[in-house]
Nanobody, 123 residues
Framework: QVQLVESGGGSVQTGGSLRLACAAS????????MAWFRQAPGKKREGVAA???????SYADSLRGRFTISQDKEKNILYLQMNSLQPEDTAMYYC?????????????????WGQGTQVTVSS
């Protein structure tokens, strides 16, 4: 059974950077796609980025260029490097895993979720 634990969230000022990590335990085989989602208060959960053996690397268009997703497959850790952070990036960030994913940044494709890590960007 796959379990996900996020870390790396925190509070930063506008223009700052954070790197989130998601440690996965269990058997992450080649069918899996790993992704980051975020949800701000009062808003729907939105896809940020995804990658993995089971999908193509994808980004939300609005975040491409500022956010970079990467994966250490040996250690089963998923990362999200976030640069030039803005107050609108404030949200709970979730790691997710899914098999045979067709739409990598569609939350409906994922059935395994972490507990989330909070990112707060102040102006």
């Amino acid at each position: 059974q796959v379990q996900l634990v996020e870390s790396g969230g925190g509070s930063v000022q506008t223009g700052g950077s954070l790197r989130l990590a998601c440690a996965a335990s269990g058997d992450i085989d080649s069918s899996y796609c790993m992704a980051w989602f975020r949800q701000a208060p009062g808003k729907k959960r939105e896809g940020v980025a995804a990658t993995g053996s089971g999908c193509s690397t994808s980004y939300a268009d609005s975040l491409r260029g500022r956010f970079t997703i990467s994966q250490d497959k040996e250690k089963n850790i998923l990362y999200l490097q976030m640069n030039s952070l803005q107050p609108e990036d404030t949200a709970m960030y979730y790691c997710a895993a899914g098999r045979w994913v067709g739409s990598p940044i569609d939350s409906h494709e994922y059935n395994i979720w972490g507990q989330g890590t909070q990112v707060t960007v102040s102006s």
